[in-house]
């Protein structure tokens, strides 16, 4: 037992890491998986009893249970649009007023994704194929276009959960986490039209063009905007009165979905209790156990060492890899890339990574640090997320256009490649931006 205990910190670290991939891929729920191997992981470092009592203590801070909240909101939030047909509005209002296929093709998949719902590349499906009306298009190539743009605001729209979570760890106020996030979305609409959409342009047909009914337009963006502008605005007011950085998000967060609740089931309180029914759908609560388990994974990592002043896994590991003379860089950018492969969620590679991430950069650090680190671990993990096999909405397009997967890839990894340079070329800008 006492081997056991000496066991280097980065070996207990990657075993238990390894541990949670693993039983994951077996079939056990990813929250499962990370809630039991965090016990295992702080009995593992000799913390015992006291290590439990820190867990249970970091679980009674806002910032943990206030996260908790914000995501069960949040994924009421989005079934609220559903529910209410606000969505579907939206989509058909600008379907009527684009004249171009192209922008179709790219469009309509970018506003069901503005909604996210796992396996949401289903709904917007048959809208691409609608838009391919003489079948111009190969299933594969359509299939492509489906998925791709159905992903590109992930970096940073504030309805995806794991842009939360990212917004939480990596402690930025969430207007500066937007900001340095958003280049993102240029960088894969961009490699989406010049590698995806331009060997198509041919195909491009004229349609007759409606009026734009701008009522119909912004049902949806309108609550979603008070939801943004709430958490840009209490990131930057409430830190000079007190709050953490990623406190102030979360409140921002709360008081912007409340309003955008309000607003949503304005003269539609019939759509109230439909709604409801998210909280009795098995998802939601398996959604719900893997935040308590990022939350208690994180809190394993810091937990103070016996016998160690201010010491923690993280730190130890950090100095262990310094000795080895292993670039922690090179450990910040497989970590992720991993999580993303074998996850095929971001919320599952941001809760997985993360915590790690963020703790081997040591206490306090520097913004320009924190944003490099923030935008590189994201892309990383996102580069193999996108291009992960167990990816639910590359699954259900490729299923719905009866495609193979090997044929999707092939239009896809040109994309997914331009977006892991911009990260590259972004996070290396951050460092030198913000010194």
Request: proline share 6%; net charge positive.
């Amino acid at each position: 037992m006492e081997f056991l205990l000496t066991i280097p910190a980065y070996i207990k670290v990657g075993a238990v890491f390894s541990g949670i991939l693993i039983a994951y891929r077996l079939g056990l729920q990813l929250g499962y998986s990370i809630l039991a191997f965090a016990v295992v992981l702080t009995l593992w470092t000799g913390a015992g009893t006291q290590g439990l009592a820190y867990q249970v203590h970091n679980l009674a801070r806002p910032e943990s249970w206030l996260l908790l909240v914000v995501i069960l909101l949040l994924l009421f939030f989005t079934e609220s649009l559903d529910k209410t047909g606000r969505m579907r509005r939206t989509i058909d209002a600008l379907s009527l007023w684009l004249k171009s296929r192209t922008a179709l093709y790219m469009g309509l998949p970018a506003l069901v994704g503005l909604l996210p719902m796992p396996g949401g590349a289903l709904f917007s499906a048959p809208l691409v194929a609608a838009v391919d009306s003489d079948s111009s298009l190969a299933p594969a190539h359509k299939a492509a276009v489906n998925y791709w743009f159905r992903h590109v605001w992930e970096y940073w729209w504030p309805l995806y959960p794991g842009v939360i979570l990212a917004i939480k760890y990596s402690g930025l106020p969430a207007g500066l986490y937007f900001l340095i996030q958003m280049p993102f979305t240029l960088a894969a609409i961009g490699g989406g039209y010049f590698f995806i959409m331009r060997p198509i342009r041919a195909h491009d047909g004229q349609r007759a063009r409606g009026p734009l009914n701008a009522r119909d337009a912004l049902s949806t963006l309108f609550p979603i905007t008070v939801i943004v502008v709430m958490s840009v605005a209490c990131s930057f007011a409430l830190p000079p009165f007190g709050a953490s950085k990623s406190l102030a998000s979360l409140i921002g967060m709360l008081g912007g979905l409340a309003l955008g609740l309000v607003a949503v089931f304005w003269k539609n309180a019939a759509a109230i209790k439909p709604s409801c029914r998210l909280f009795y759908m098995k998802g939601t609560w398996q959604m719900m156990a893997l935040v308590l388990g990022i939350v208690v994974f994180s809190a394993a990592l810091t937990c103070p060492l016996p016998g160690k002043t201010a010491a923690t896994l993280v730190t130890t590991m950090r100095d262990e890899f310094v000795k080895l003379g292993i670039p922690l860089l090179l450990v910040i950018a497989l970590i992720p890339f991993i999580s993303g492969a074998v996850t095929g969620v971001a919320f599952g590679f941001v809760g997985a990574s993360f915590p790690i991430v963020f703790a081997l950069l040591g206490a306090s650090p520097h913004l320009n640090v924190v944003c490099a680190a923030t935008t590189f671990a994201y892309g990383c993990g996102y580069f193999g997320m996108i291009l992960s096999p167990v990816h639910i909405c590359l699954v259900v397009t490729n299923e719905y256009f009866k495609t193979r997967l090997l044929s999707s890839y092939r239009h896809i990894f040109a994309p997914a490649l331009t977006v892991f340079l911009a990260c590259l070329i972004m996070s290396g800008a951050y460092y030198y931006l913000f010194r």
